[in-house]
């Protein structure tokens, strides 16, 4: 059986566009991955009547489950509990216990901040926090505020409805025991066996990809039960597929086509990312990066990493000529006779950051990130890589990447990643 | 009169939340920036279903005005001009025009291409994208989408909708366009004239701003009048002040009375981000940085400008000690001696980086982003920030940062960023 939920994100900043939202994102990837459907996110501001619509929509879809983030701080614009205990009708309370428990988290913090703050508004508004609908079930916060869940309402036709913060941190630190509270696990009884895999390929145009997706269609039994989502971002297409488990056989076949049509561009089938599998093969290894159009990109991509410091020795940022020059010994004269961006200047980029960072594999970008610097022969867009290893002669290649600065940026970083890990090889 | 929209944003790969959507929060922030009031956005995946429970949503909660993005491309579970059509009760029609129009887009596009793709789906695709229904208003493709402006239907209550492309930059492109074509064009003559003021600080919280504001609501005639939205980022305390015109007494009010608590923190009344002002301030300098836990992040934040080429010569990512040795000069006996988080080590890469790189202004990161690596006097979140400047003595910083490892690294680069702006001073 289906189980169906809808999310609904609140915050005026979120609905205005100044904070991107990353609560519905992962709410719905956490619901996917445990065979829950997601039909619909929501996105509404601090008003108490627009909340109520968007909930009484979802209702209206029949949805199973509603995920609320966000409104339950301690100001009076944070009315996310009032408002679901109006729909619901459900008197709130004061639990004495809560009240006690979030003023002692409270005065941790306040005996912090060099800033004292009024000490009626803060008892209110723990007061505030401390409310919980008549029935429902408390989370226990990991801020200051609790979560709540609240049970299905047979007589409103009503879903159950899991109420949680808004930080990020807070809602993710919450939620195995929100899943674990009395409705929300009574509803999650009901799902599917539900899997879900993912295919990564680099270098796969969609078009191939749905190409194979058509032979896949005419020659694979129970290929209608496989639910297929392909998705192209910085060069990486990546093919999600969920299926129930009786639907096992067509999806390894499936896989199977696409491994003998795609096997070359396949980077992962198992749900790793490109960063995951650079960083397992970098085990043993050091390595650097010598930047120019990227200005940095990789290395706080390595370096996102805990525990990339295990291999990670750092990075020279060459933007101007003189530094190319000055710190990785890119000799004027070959800067000169090639221009900055060409690949014996990528070379030598990258062999220099090997020399005197001390490492064994170094990779370099240089480019023409735009909007200005185009010329005809190398337009704005042309990125030349560098990759030197100590076991092997130096290897490098010139892609010409499309969109604006951003998107060059971000898909040269991209595109290094991957020489890196095709560098590497794999793991032993 | 106030206009109200809302936003549709359509995709499966949005609705999964496996891609960040770029589209809602801008279509927001362009018609906020309007005067025209977002009501809500909603998220739905390739469903029709689920699209016209949305469409029908938003109709049912009196919005003026609907935009949509994505699903127009050439592929069958693209069904965004259908579903709408369907609902408008209008039918579609081939305008050739726009058919032979798109066919030379894909023919240009398909030249480039090295994988050949077959003839009759891409010609059913350019087919389907030619597809407008009747009465419609189209908006020309920068992509090979072209956008759709339907009319408001009185009999049915259904309100103006746009149909734009899903890829980003297509829809901004088109934007222009797709405001002056008729129906859109129609409904925003209707907007009032709303202001939208916008008041940044750095190291002021949110409870002293609450303060501030409590005095404001009793001391200022007209406060009601002034929709206000405060939200927290990275240590940066947004105020988003929307009113209309006649309310403008009351807001110079209120902007006087936040400079005077609070002038110290407010770095921004005019919208510009911490990013122009640092970028302004750097004009005729030349700067590096040197970088420990942020990785190569500050150096990727400067340079994601277009024209930073201008001013930054490089950076050195000094991930171990041996990089800060052997390309800051920072002595090892000194590491040693404080540890490589220490105000004396971040100094000296500042230094460093200022005398290896020729410039006359270098900030420096050396913390513990975590999760591991943290002691009893230097926990995780203990970050060390340099200034080294020509003209005047090298500053340092030492601040605890919260969160976790990511939180602590754009926190630092933030940071870092105000610094620059503090020591740089106000551009002359």
Redesign the interface.
């Known amino acids: 059986m289906t189980v169906r939920a809808g999310v609904v994100v609140t915050g ?9 939202d990353r609560n ?6 956490r619901l ?1 991955e445990m065979g829950v459907d ?9 008003r108490p009547d ?1 909340l109520t ?2 909930l009484q ?1 979802l209702a209206d ?1 029949r949805v199973d489950l509603i995920v609320t983030t966000g409104g339950l701080g301690p ?1 009076a614009d944070d009315l996310t509990v009032a408002t679901v205990a109006a729909l619901y009708r459900r008197e709130l309370y004061l639990d004495d216990e809560l009240e006690q428990r979030i003023h002692a988290i409270v005065q941790r913090w306040r005996s912090r ?1 060099s ?1 004292a ?2 000490s009626e ?1 803060l008892q209110a508004g723990v007061r505030k926090q401390a409310m919980v609908p008549h029935g429902a079930h408390s989370i226990a916060p990991t801020g200051t505020a609790p979560g709540v869940a609240i049970p299905a309402s047979g007589s409103e036709s009503l879903p159950v409805v899991l109420i949680l913060p808004g930080p990020p ?1 807070e809602l993710q630190a919450m939620w195995p025991e929100a899943l674990d509270s009395g409705p929300v696990a009574e509803v999650l009884t009901r799902r599917a066996q539900i899997r879900q895999s993912t295919i990564r390929a680099y270098g796969l ?1 969609e ?2 990809l ?2 194979t997706l ?1 032979t896949a269609e005419r020659q694979i039994t129970g290929f209608g039960d496989l639910e297929i ?1 392909t ?1 192209l ?1 910085l060069g990486e297409l ?1 093919m ?1 597929t969920r299926h129930a488990e009786s639907a096992a056989t067509p999806y390894k076949e499936l896989a199977g086509l696409i491994d003998k049509h795609h096997g070359a561009q396949v980077f992962s089938t198992d749900g790793s990312t490109i960063d995951d599998i650079v960083a397992a093969r970098l085990a043993g290894h050091r390595i650097a ?1 010598a ?1 120019s159009c ?7 991509r ?3 990493r ?4 295990a291999y ?9 000529n ?2 190319k020059t ?2 990785l010994d890119v000799p004027a004269e070959i800067i000169d006779e090639h221009g900055a961006v060409s690949e014996p200047v990528a070379a030598l980029m990258a062999e220099g950051a090997m020399d ?3 490492v064994d594999i170094a990779v370099s970008t240089s480019g023409i990130a ?4 185009g010329t005809e022969l190398k337009p704005v867009g042309t990125v030349c890589f560098g990759i030197a290893s100590k076991d092997r002669p130096t290897v490098t290649r010139t892609l010409r990447l499309p ?5 060059v ?1 971000a898909l040269s970083t991209t595109a290094a990643m991957h020489m890196l890990a095709d560098a590497l090889g794999p793991a032993h």
Do not use: K
Not at 12 to 20: K, Q
Not at 403 to 407: I, K, L, N, T
């Open positions: 005026t900043e979120v609905l205005a566009g100044r904070v991107t519905g994102p992962w709410v719905a990837q996917l997601v039909a619909h996110i929501t996105i509404c501001g601090d627009d619509a968007q929509f879809q100001t901040l800033s703050t009024d508004p941190r145009s078009a191939d749905a190409a058509r989502t998705c971002r990546e999600v990066t930047e990227t200005g940095g990109m990789i290395a706080a390595l370096t996102d805990a525990g990339s410091s990670v020795i750092g990075a020279v940022v060459s933007y101007a003189e530094a000055g710190l005197r960072l001390g735009g909007p200005g610097g969109g604006d600065r951003a998107s940026r």
